[in-house]
Nanobody, 127 residues
Framework: QVGLVESGGGSVQAGGSLTLSCKAS??????????MGWFRQPQGQEREGVAI???????SYADSVKGRFTISKDNARNTLSLQMNSLKPEDTALYYC???????????????????WGQGTQVTVSS
């Protein structure tokens, strides 16, 4: 049974930084069989893919966060992280860690391709 538990959300002023962590259980972040990533859902809006990473370390980011956010994984601790710098008010959202079975050579930031989700952690950026 795959489990994901996020932590690290909070409130910060624009320009600040936060780091989100996701503790995984039931699988290992080194597995080639899974796609892993972070999604976010602003209040009243659709959930969108922010960043994904695969076992080999290849990453993909939404244009809105490129250059500001960094996704990484800690194989020893079996965790996934999202370092968020230069935060903007429009980054305010509920952030989710997600894992899905890898269907091909690459992974995509597509919500329906991820079967396992954490409970979410709120990030609020004030101007």
């Amino acid at each position: 049974q795959v489990g994901l538990v996020e932590s690290g959300g909070g409130s910060v002023q624009a320009g600040g930084s936060l780091t989100l962590s996701c503790k995984a259980s039931g699988y290992t972040v080194t597995s080639v069989n899974y796609c892993m990533g972070w999604f976010r859902q602003p209040q009243g809006q659709e959930r969108e893919g922010v960043a994904i990473i695969v076992s080999e370390g290849t990453t993909s980011y939404a244009d809105s966060v490129k250059g500001r956010f960094t996704i990484s994984k800690d194989n020893a601790r079996n965790t996934l992280s999202l370092q968020m710098n230069s935060l903007k008010p429009e980054d305010t959202a509920l952030y989710y860690c997600a894992t899905g079975y890898r269907l091909g050579d690459s992974c995509r930031r597509v919500r329906h391709e991820y079967q396992y989700w954490g409970q979410g952690t709120q990030v609020t950026v004030s101007s």
